[in-house]
């Protein structure tokens, strides 16, 4: 997916993180943004805040209710079920996700490593479940749209998919794997439309051209 025709068209790629999203739903200590497999890049270490502060003050009190030292322990918490989830141990980090998640249900992350994870163990509609109804609680956060878009263009859905990386494109405009992936929808789009052309008329000549033109471009950058 590109901005190029010599890159793959078929490497959608998934985010195994959150980062930068709207202040209201995540805090300054949230994972940052990576790509696992596919949906594809390898997830990073969570960033958990180091510096002590110089002398002893009152926990801070965030918008969600939790204090620092609680931030922290969710932080730790989530880092423990990204490590549960390198090593495939799925339902141990399901299971501390799913207690993340009754502990502090106004925190996305939990849930959005969930989807992370039921993607990765294959249970596709499980983790189509998971993003929706993330996206539905956070309209405002592009990873998850981006994660269920993927889905989405694994299963040929390909309209879903573009509606649902438009939306994350207008949220956070800077988002270069939502575009990067909203471009590879485009063409997988004309691809399908070009092969309808082939078929219903023989005599077409520069559908065919065009046909062949996303074919190569996918086959190259394989």
Same mark, same amino acid.
């Given at each position: 997916? $590109?901005?190029?025709?010599?890159? #793959?068209?078929?490497?959608?790629?998934?985010?195994?993180c959150?980062?930068?999203?709207?202040?209201?739903?995540?805090?300054?200590? =949230?994972? =940052?943004?990576?790509?696992?497999?596919?949906?594809?890049?390898?997830?990073?270490?969570?960033?958990?805040?180091?510096?002590?502060?110089?002398?002893?003050?009152? #926990?801070?009190?965030?918008?969600?209710?939790?204090?620092?030292?609680?931030?922290?322990?969710?932080?730790? $918490?989530?880092?423990?079920?990204?490590?549960?989830?390198?090593?495939?141990?799925?339902?141990?980090?399901?299971?501390?996700?799913?207690?993340?998640?009754?502990?502090?249900?106004?925190? #996305?992350?939990?849930?959005f490593?969930?989807?992370?994870?039921?993607?990765?163990?294959?249970?596709?509609?499980?983790?189509?479940?998971?993003?929706?109804?993330?996206?539905?609680?956070?309209?405002?956060?592009?990873? #998850?749209?981006?994660?269920?878009?993927?889905?989405?263009?694994?299963?040929?859905?390909?309209?879903?998919?573009?509606?649902?990386?438009?939306?994350?494109?207008?949220?956070a405009?800077?988002y270069?794997?939502?575009?990067?992936?909203?471009?590879?929808?485009?063409?997988?789009?004309?691809?399908?439309?070009?092969?309808?052309?082939?078929?219903?008329?023989?005599?077409?000549h520069?559908?065919?051209?065009?046909?062949?033109?996303?074919?190569?471009?996918?086959?190259?950058?394989?």
């Open positions: 997916m $590109s901005r190029n025709r010599s890159h #793959p068209l078929a490497a959608f790629v998934l985010v195994a959150m980062s930068g999203a709207a202040p209201s739903a995540l805090a300054a200590e =949230s994972p =940052s943004v990576t790509t696992p497999p596919a949906a594809a890049q390898p997830p990073a270490k969570p960033r958990a805040e180091t510096a002590a502060p110089s002398k002893p003050q009152p #926990p801070a009190q965030d918008p969600r209710g939790m204090n620092d030292v609680e931030r922290k322990a969710y932080t730790r $918490s989530l880092r423990e079920a990204q490590g549960l989830l390198e090593r495939k141990q799925y339902d141990e980090a399901i299971a501390k996700l799913d207690k993340l998640t009754a502990e502090q249900p106004r925190e #996305p992350q939990a849930r490593i969930k989807g992370v994870a039921l993607t990765d163990e294959g249970k596709t509609e499980e983790a189509i479940a998971q993003f929706q109804a993330l996206v539905a609680d956070f309209p405002e956060l592009p990873e #998850p749209r981006n994660n269920l878009a993927v889905l989405y263009a694994k299963k040929g859905e390909y309209a879903l998919a573009r509606d649902e990386l438009e939306r994350a494109v207008q949220t405009p800077d270069a794997i939502a575009h990067e992936n909203l471009g590879d929808v485009y063409a997988r789009l004309a691809q399908v439309q070009y092969e309808r052309v082939v078929a219903l008329d023989k005599r077409n520069s559908a065919p051209a065009k046909l062949k033109l996303i074919r190569e471009a996918e086959t190259v950058g394989q």
